[in-house]
């Protein structure tokens, strides 16, 4: 089965509110995650990453916390603006025995902000 | 910059066509890789290229040919695919320091119908 997925595929939030996507691991193993945002008819944009030897790491206005002892790792998003509408994925690196690796993305949530 | 960029934007083959997707990044990456996205779906890796070389094959069929001719190109040759390969192509780069905990890169896609 899929070792990264999310909790909730939709979620709803009022405009200036703030947001938290919550994605589950199963890979006890994996080391690298990443927060990718995807809009409508456009690739992946990176929006920010976590090595496992760290609990949280903030960019400007967004934080991504993990907790490796349940496998759980969360993107908050601050004061959310229409811009923020986007699918978010978390991802983690495949971590197959060095070398260049393929990422493996959690199923998304569809972040949806009400005016 | 962190651009890459992939030709053409939108693509329709028959299933009897040969056609070929294209992805240049100009960042100096090493590592380059092609996923598959279906609607509503996360991104699927499909292979992985490491200073040109072919270096995982997530079992795609050989209608698939990818082609790396040399460090800023990658291409994905395309013959005799099925309506079901209908999907958005995405093409991905990252440095490749050889840690495995690397940051990558998505171009737009491409946006492949097979009649």
């Known amino acids: 089965g899929e070792s990264v997925g999310l909790h909730l595929p939709t979620l709803s939030v009022q405009e200036g509110d703030n947001s938290i996507i919550n994605c589950a691991y199963s890979?006890?193993?994996?080391?690298?995650f990443i927060w990718y945002k995807q809009e409508s008819g456009k690739g992946p944009q990176f929006i920010i990453d976590?090595?496992?030897?760290?609990d949280k790491r903030q960019g400007q206005r967004v934080t991504v916390l993990l907790n490796k002892t349940v496998k759980h790792l969360s993107l908050q998003i601050a004061a959310t603006q229409p811009g923020d509408s986007a699918v978010y994925f978390c991802?983690?690196?495949?971590?197959?025995?060095?070398?260049?690796?393929?990422?493996?993305f959690g199923k998304g949530t569809h972040l949806i902000i009400q005016p | 910059d962190t651009e890459v960029t992939q030709t053409p934007k939108h693509l329709v083959m028959g299933m009897t066509n040969k056609k070929s997707l294209k992805c240049e990044q100009h960042?100096?990456?090493?590592?380059m890789y092609w996923y598959k996205q279906k609607a509503k779906k996360p991104p699927e890796l499909m292979f992985v290229?490491?200073?040109?070389?072919?270096?995982i094959n997530e079992s795609v069929p050989s209608r698939f040919s990818p082609e790396c001719p040399n460090s800023s190109l990658l291409n994905l040759h395309l013959h005799a695919l099925q309506p079901e390969d209908s999907a958005l192509y995405l093409c991905a780069s990252s440095l490749w320091g050889g840690v495995g905990q690397e940051t990558q890169y998505f171009g737009p896609g491409t946006r492949l119908l097979v009649l």
């Open positions: 960042m100096g990456h090493r590592a």
């Open positions: 890979n006890s193993a994996s080391d690298y």
């Open positions: 976590i090595r496992s030897n760290m």
């Open positions: 290229y490491s200073y040109e070389k072919l270096s």
């Open positions: 991802a983690e690196n495949r971590h197959s025995g060095g070398g260049a690796d393929g990422l493996t």
